[in-house]
RNA sequence: GCCCCCAUCGUCUAGUGGCCCAGGACGCCGCCCUUUCAAGGCGGUAACGGGGAUUCGAACUCCCCUGGGGGCACCA
């Protein structure tokens, strides 16, 4: 049986990079039928924040990722971790250290200097009972640190890489207590993929490295078997081609969902990093086409630079997708909490109706429908539209032409069509079309917008008489 | 500094020795459509980092170089 686990420290909330860990774990459990399970790795207590921990799992339901079993906190797990250390001391795996973090720092700034490589020298290896006695009663902390090899090669098979091997004499050793008594990743991570029989270890390549000490771990405490890796290529920055952080615009999926990106347009973007299906097919997937398609053998090995203009058009292609009732239902919230008391669901129907075939984002749709609740007493062009339209060429007469037939046409969408009065006026149809931006400003607010008609009847003749005579009143 | 991983259009990628003077998608450019802006339709631009080797034949195999990323904690 196939069991998987994403396992996120609550250090922070989810992003993309995790996400996409979490995704290819879900999408590998659900393609192959397997288990897939969310291990809370929280064993730094004092980085880790409850808030976090739900924080995540809210994530990850918006996302469109279900877990099978879990969330399990390691941090509930202490004694299990601390009972295999126990084991490793007596077996001679692992040694009691009474370094100090200051003593090893400036040793092994010293080694640098020195030319040679950093990391734990060894110092407490070889401590007699007397000794370690001595340093405990100076008042010392004592930390408990795995022995690595000092020679011969580890290596194991990477799913997607092949195999992957160094020097054990590169590879110092290394802390699984910490002096505060807690256990450290590597430990618990090691006794946690054992005990729950994780089969196939899905990761961003960052770890790759420490899945030798892991490894040495588990062989440590009795494992006669080894889960397959799969180390997943980075996700950075397309700017920097550096590993993606704030400084380089949003990385939270929270802040992604509060911009109006869809979780299905999220979920497929992610999937499209690092991973492609096999035909050249259509690229918009939804969450089953993507368990279908996938598998590991597919995916990529070089870092994927995220890109938000393929997002963009993503998340657009979703918004179309959506049924009108499924688009408003998901617009409803951003617009309530935009419009507040102004909110008026009619009117959001409507504008969400001519919105869907555009529309990037949700937050974007937002932004388009914002002229209809504007109160008339604030309600201005934008200065930079105003200049747009004072150039319009007989915007006075133009102006006034709309106006009249606002004044008098049936109230439907079709007999708002000022564009016959603007011919009687003698305006050939690019003229017509060079009068549009202006006629929007007026009405809208800027140059650009909703289609006109719907919004002028969205608006109501007089919110539309309004501001189209305020206009022709703000001309010089 | 040492170790590990990686290297096809601007970006995501297809490609596992001949089907490739390299295909798709996003972006960009142009045209069409058009009620502004979009969306949509059509067309275009654009890549195998360099050098050796193997082979009748290399984007695909091997080596070197270069370049990029990651890791070397009492974080995960």
């Known amino acids: 049986?196939?069991?998987?686990?994403?396992?996120?420290?609550?250090?922070?909330?989810?992003?993309?990079?995790?996400?996409?860990?979490?995704?290819?774990?879900?999408?590998?459990?659900?393609?192959?039928?397997?288990?897939?399970?969310?291990?809370?790795?929280?064993?730094?207590?004092?980085?880790?924040?409850?808030?976090?921990?739900?924080?995540?799992?809210?994530?990850?339901?918006w996302l469109g990722i279900d877990w099978d079993e879990g969330p399990i906190l390691q941090s509930s797990r202490f004694p299990v971790y601390l009972a295999a250390a126990d084991r490793l001391l007596a077996q001679g795996d692992a040694y009691e250290c009474y370094c100090t973090e200051e003593e090893v720092r400036e040793r092994n700034d010293a080694a640098v200097a020195a030319g040679r490589a950093p990391g734990y020298d060894g110092r407490c290896r070889a401590l007699t009972p007397d000794e370690r006695v001595a340093l405990a009663a100076e008042g010392r902390p004592r930390t408990i640190r795995f022995r690595t090899p000092d020679h011969g090669v580890s290596s194991f098979t990477d799913l997607i890489r092949g195999e992957v091997r160094v020097d054990w004499s590169l590879i110092p050793d290394f802390v699984i207590v910490r002096s505060d008594g807690a256990p450290i990743f590597f430990l618990a991570n090691a006794v946690d993929d054992l005990e729950m029989g994780i089969t196939q270890v899905i990761r961003g390549e960052d770890l790759i490295d420490s899945t030798h000490r892991v490894l040495a771990l588990r062989a440590a405490l009795g494992a006669t078997d080894v889960p397959e890796y799969a180390h997943l290529p980075l996700i950075v920055d397309v700017e920097s081609r550096a590993k993606l952080s704030k400084r380089h615009g949003a990385v939270a999926l929270e802040d992604f969902r509060d911009d109006g990106y869809l979780p299905e347009a999220l979920m497929n973007y992610i999937a499209l990093l690092g991973w492609a299906p096999a035909d050249d097919g259509d690229e918009v997937l939804d969450a089953d086409a993507l368990v279908a398609a996938f598998d590991l053998d597919r995916v990529t090995h070089a870092a994927a630079g995220f890109d938000r203009a393929k997002l963009d058009w993503l998340n657009g292609e979703w918004i179309r997708r959506l049924t009108?009732?499924?688009?408003?239902?998901?617009?409803?919230?951003?617009?309530?909490?935009?419009?507040?008391?102004?909110?008026?669901?009619?009117?959001?129907?409507?504008?969400?109706?001519?919105?869907?075939?555009?529309?990037?984002?949700?937050?974007?749709?937002?932004?388009?429908?914002a002229f209809l609740f504007v109160d008339e007493a604030d309600f201005r062009?934008?200065?930079?539209?105003?200049?747009?339209?004072?150039?319009?060429?007989?915007?006075?007469?133009?102006?006034?032409?709309?106006?009249?037939?606002?004044?008098?046409?049936?109230?439907?969408?079709?007999?708002?069509?000022?564009?016959?009065a603007l011919t009687a006026l003698g305006l050939s149809k690019k003229e017509i079309r060079g009068a549009m931006p202006a006629l929007y400003a007026a009405v809208e607010g800027l140059p650009r917008g909703l289609p006109l008609f719907d919004s002028m009847h969205l608006l109501g003749r007089n919110r539309t008489l309004a501001r189209l005579r305020a206009a022709r009143n703000r001309l010089p």
Do not use: K
């Not at 989810?14 to 929280?42: P, Q």
């Not at 924040?49 to 995540?56: K, N, P, Q």
């Not at 930079?384 to 133009?398: L, N």
């Open 381 to 420: 062009i934008a200065p930079d539209s105003q200049a747009v339209v004072e150039r319009t060429d007989r915007i006075g007469e133009v102006l006034d032409a709309v106006i009249t037939h606002v004044e008098l046409c049936d109230w439907t969408v079709d007999a708002v069509d000022f564009r016959a």
């Open 324 to 369: 009108r009732e499924e688009l408003i239902a998901r617009v409803e919230p951003l617009a309530r909490a935009r419009f507040g008391d102004a909110y008026d669901a009619a009117v959001v129907d409507g504008a969400v109706g001519i919105a869907q075939e555009r529309a990037v984002t949700l937050e974007q749709i937002v932004d388009q429908m």
């Open 1 to 61: 049986m196939i069991r998987v686990r994403f396992s996120p420290a609550p250090t922070g909330s989810l992003h993309i990079g995790s996400a996409r860990t979490a995704l290819f774990n879900w999408l590998y459990a659900r393609h192959h039928g397997g288990v897939f399970l969310l291990r809370i790795e929280d064993t730094d207590v004092a980085r880790s924040r409850d808030e976090w921990v739900v924080g995540i799992q809210e994530t990850l339901r």
